[in-house]
């Protein structure tokens, strides 16, 4: 699904915050539940860049993921490539940064990193959508839902 005010592809989830159409707060919860149902396990590695909207998008995402049951580590206001790096080291399952990198200030993104530190592929980016399509996520029980832990260290480490 495309529009003006969201772009999906390979390289994220592109959007305008604030537009209906957009990138809204349940459209990164959802996106965070897809990713996390199609990881299965593991901790995910989030990072956003110093957008006004990446507070509003990066918690709706970790609440999706922490509804799979999925570890989150995140690492704050870092770039993209800093974000690879933390997933690697910290061998989590994958990896999300929120950012638009150079779209204007009222776009935010999701962009979907596997456990190698590199963007999903196309065929994982297809199982990814599919999943969020059918909205199959799968939620765990309160005692099995999983944990937000924080590590600002990384910037350094990179």
Same mark, same amino acid.
Request: aromatic fraction near 8%; glycine fraction near 12%; charged fraction near 15%.
């Given at each position: 699904?495309?529009?003006?005010?969201?772009?999906?592809?390979?390289?994220?989830?592109?959007?305008?915050?604030?537009?209906?159409?957009?990138?809204?707060?349940?459209?990164?919860?959802?996106?965070?539940?897809?990713?996390?149902?199609?990881?299965?396990?593991?901790?995910?590695?989030?990072?956003?860049? #110093?957008?006004?909207?990446?507070?509003? $998008?990066?918690? /709706? =995402?970790?609440?999706?993921?922490? *509804?799979? +049951? !999925?570890? @989150?580590?995140?690492? #704050?206001?870092?770039?993209?490539?800093? $974000?690879?790096? /933390? =997933?690697?080291?910290?061998?989590? *399952?994958? +990896? !999300?940064? @929120?950012?638009?990198?150079?779209?204007?200030?009222?776009?935010?993104?999701?962009?979907?990193?596997?456990?190698?530190?590199?963007?999903?592929?196309?065929?994982?980016?297809?199982?990814?959508?599919?999943?969020?399509?059918?909205?199959?996520?799968?939620?765990?029980?309160?005692?099995?839902?999983?944990?937000?832990?924080?590590?600002?260290?990384?910037?350094?480490?990179?």
């Amino acid at each position: 699904m495309n529009s003006k005010n969201l772009v999906r592809s390979t390289s994220g989830i592109r959007g305008i915050v604030g537009e209906p159409t957009g990138l809204t707060p349940t459209l990164a919860a959802e996106y965070g539940m897809a990713f996390g149902t199609f990881l299965g396990k593991g901790k995910v590695v989030l990072g956003l860049d #110093g957008r006004v909207s990446g507070d509003m $998008v990066s918690q /709706a =995402v970790i609440s999706g993921l922490i *509804a799979v +049951g !999925i570890d @989150v580590v995140n690492i #704050g206001i870092a770039p993209t490539p800093t $974000v690879e790096i /933390a =997933v690697t080291g910290l061998k989590a *399952a994958g +990896g !999300i940064c @929120v950012t638009a990198s150079h779209n204007p200030s009222e776009w935010n993104a999701l962009k979907f990193f596997n456990k190698q530190g590199e963007f999903i592929t196309p065929s994982q980016y297809v199982d990814l959508n599919k999943i969020f399509e059918s909205k199959a996520f799968a939620l765990k029980p309160y005692n099995k839902l999983g944990k937000l832990s924080h590590q600002r260290s990384w910037i350094e480490k990179h």
